[in-house]
C-alpha cells in the first residue's frame, strides 16, 4: 500500500475511535489526525447543563472541526492519514443536542462549511453494545464523563446506527468491537488491520465512490494485504485461520452489500465465496472437525 490513504475511524462516544488510530498508524505508516476535543471550553460544562450549554458547545466544535480539516485537505493526496473521526459526526451531535432556531442557525453554518471537506478513501465504524460503551466510558474515567447519562449514549448509539444504515458517501467497514480489545489483545488488532487492507486493496483506493460497496469488475479479490500475510504465515493455529476466514468474509461482505446496489459481479461474488469457504474448510480440518457431515 504505497498509495496515499485516508481512513476515519468513528463510532459513538466510549467505543474506542482514537486508541485503534493510534495502534493502525505505525501498521499503515500513516499521519495521525485526532480531534482535538479537550480544548472547548463548553464540553464541560455541557455535560453539567445540556440545554444551556449546547449551541455554544456545538458551534465550537463545529468550527474547530472545519479548521483541523482544513489542515488535512492539504495532505489528502500526498500522504496517509488515519484520522479518529469523520466531519459527519458534527452534524449527528448537533442534531440530538439542539433544536428550534438554534438548530436551524447550525444547519445553516454546517451547510456552508461541508462543502469544503475531504472525503476518506474509507470509514471505519465500530460498535458496541451501550453496555460495552458505558463500562469503556467509566474506566477511562474522564471527570466530565463522570455523570454521562446512560440515556445520552443510547441515543447515541441510535443516531450512530441510523446515520451508518444510509451511508453510502464512501466505501464503509463496520466492526463490532464487543469481544474485541485491541490493546490487551494483539490478535484482535491484526484481525481488523487484515480488514482494513483488505477493504482498501479491494477498493484500489479509489476515494469518495458514488455508492458503498461500488467495486470494478476487473478488482481483484486475493488482497496483496492477504497474500504476504500468508507468506509470512506458512503455518497457523486455528485463531491464525479464523482472522484469514474473517478478512476473507470481509470482502464477501463487502461484494454482497455492492451486488445489492447493481455494481459487483457474479464472478467476483463467486471468488470471494470460494475463498471464505477454503479458509473455513481449513479451520475445520485444523481442528479435526468434519462439516460435510449433514447431522453437524
Known amino acids: 500500500m504505497s498509495q496515499p490513504l485516508y481512513i476515519a475511524i468513528e ?9 485503534l488510530a493510534r495502534l493502525l498508524q505505525p501498521h499503515l505508516n500513516a499521519d495521525l489526525v485526532l480531534e482535538v476535543f479537550e480544548e472547548n471550553p463548553f464540553l464541560a460544562p455541557f455535560y453539567a447543563d445540556p440545554e444551556r450549554y449546547a449551541f455554544q458547545t456545538q458551534i465550537f466544535f463545529l468550527l474547530s472541526r472545519y479548521r483541523q480539516q482544513q489542515t488535512l ?10 484520522s479518529d473521526y469523520l466531519f459527519d459526526k458534527d452534524r449527528l451531535f448537533a442534531r440530538l443536542n439542539l433544536q428550534g432556531d438554534e438548530l436551524h442557525t447550525y444547519e445553516t453554518l454546517y451547510e456552508a462549511l461541508s462543502e469544503r471537506i475531504p472525503r476518506p478513501d474509507l470509514v471505519v465504524y465500530l460498535r458496541a453494545s451501550v453496555d460495552t460503551l458505558m463500562a469503556r466510558i467509566a474506566a477511562r474515567d474522564r471527570p466530565y464523563e463522570r455523570n454521562m447519562p446512560r440515556s445520552y449514549i443510547a441515543a447515541l448509539h441510535r443516531v450512530y446506527d441510523e446515520f451508518f444504515q444510509t451511508y453510502d458517501a464512501t466505501p464503509l467497514l463496520v466492526i463490532e468491537t464487543d469481544d474485541l480489545n485491541v490493546v490487551a489483545n494483539p490478535r484482535d488488532l491484526h484481525t481488523i488491520l487484515q480488514r482494513v487492507r483488505t477493504m482498501l486493496e ?8 458514488p455508492a458503498m460497496g461500488q467495486v470494478a469488475s476487473h478488482t481483484r479479490l486475493e488482497p496483496a494485504a492477504e497474500a504476504a500475510w500468508e507468506a509470512d504465515e506458512p503455518t497457523r493455529d486455528p485463531f491464525d485461520r479464523y482472522v484469514a476466514l474473517q478478512a476473507a468474509m470481509g470482502t464477501l461482505a ?20 470460494a475463498r471464505s469457504a477454503e479458509h473455513l474448510h481449513e479451520l475445520a480440518r485444523d481442528l479435526g472437525l468434519d462439516i460435510s457431515r449433514k447431522d453437524v
Not at 463510532?11 to 486508541?19: L, N, P
Not at 479491494?202 to 465512490?209: D, T, V
Not at 452489500?257 to 461474488?269: C, F, M, N, T
Request: charged fraction near 20%; avoid cysteine.
Open 254 to 273: 463487502t461484494l454482497l452489500q455492492a451486488h445489492k446496489h447493481g455494481y459487483a459481479d457474479r464472478e467476483a461474488l463467486r471468488h470471494a465465496l
Open 73 to 82: 485537505r492539504e495532505q489528502v493526496g500526498r500522504a496517509r492519514i488515519v
Open 11 to 19: 463510532g459513538v462516544i466510549g467505543v474506542g475511535k482514537t486508541t
Open 202 to 209: 479491494l477498493h484500489a483506493f479509489q476515494p469518495a465512490l
